[in-house]
C-alpha cells in the first residue's frame, strides 16, 4: 500500500465565480488538469482520486486518475472527502485534501504537511479562528468518523477536526515553506481568480505542463 494519496473536490457550484472553476484557463493551462499536474509532483497519479458532482463536465485528466462522485449532492466538502477517502481506503494511508481553485499550490508544501502529520489523525492549517480544510492532510482511517457525522447532518469540517486527533498548524509557521502562502489563494471568486492569473502571468508558481 503506498502511503500517501490526494483528493481534489471540484463538485462545488462554483456560484461565485460564475463559470465552472475546473474548466478555468490559467496560464499555458486549465484549473483541474494544472492541481492533478502539481499533486502528481508528489503523489502517484493512481493515487490521486477527483470528486466531482454527478453532472459536472471535466476536462481531460490522466487516465491513471480515479474520478469519483460525491454520494449525495450539495452537502459541502465532508461529502467530498468521504467519497475520496472511501476510493483511496485500502490504497493510501493518509490523503492530502486540496479544492481545484488553488492554481499556485506548490509540491513542497504538499510534502510539508504530510510531514507534520506525525501520530494524529489530521493536520489543518489554521489563520485565526478559521481553518483551511482543503489544505490539510487526513488519515484515511477517519472516514468512520465522517461517514457519522454525514449521517447526523453535521457537515461543518470542525466537528471533525472535534472528534479525532487534529494538529492544527498556525499559518505563519507555514510560510517557511510557502513564503507568500500561495498554496492557500483559492480562487473564489473573478477578482481572486485575476489576482491568481497575474502571479501566474508573473511567473510565479508556473511551470511548462507535463502532459
Known sequence: MNKHGAIILCGGKSSRMGSSKALLPIGQEVMLPRIVRIVSEVIPLE?????????????????????????????????????????????????????CDVPLLKPEFISHMFALLADNDIVVPKEGKFHHPLAAVYRTSVLQQVQHLLDDDQLRPLFLFEKVKTREVPVEDLRIIDAELDSLLNCNNPDDYQQALRKVKGGMGDREPQH
Open 47 to 99: 493515487h490521486i482520486v477527483v470528486v466531482s458532482a454527478a453532472d459536472q463536465k471535466l476536462p481531460t485528466l490522466p487516465d491513471e486518475v480515479t474520478i469519483t462522485q460525491d454520494a449525495r449532492a450539495e452537502r459541502g466538502p465532508l461529502e467530498g472527502l468521504a467519497a475520496g477517502l472511501r476510493t483511496l481506503t485500502g490504497k493510501a494511508e493518509t490523503a492530502f485534501v486540496t479544492g
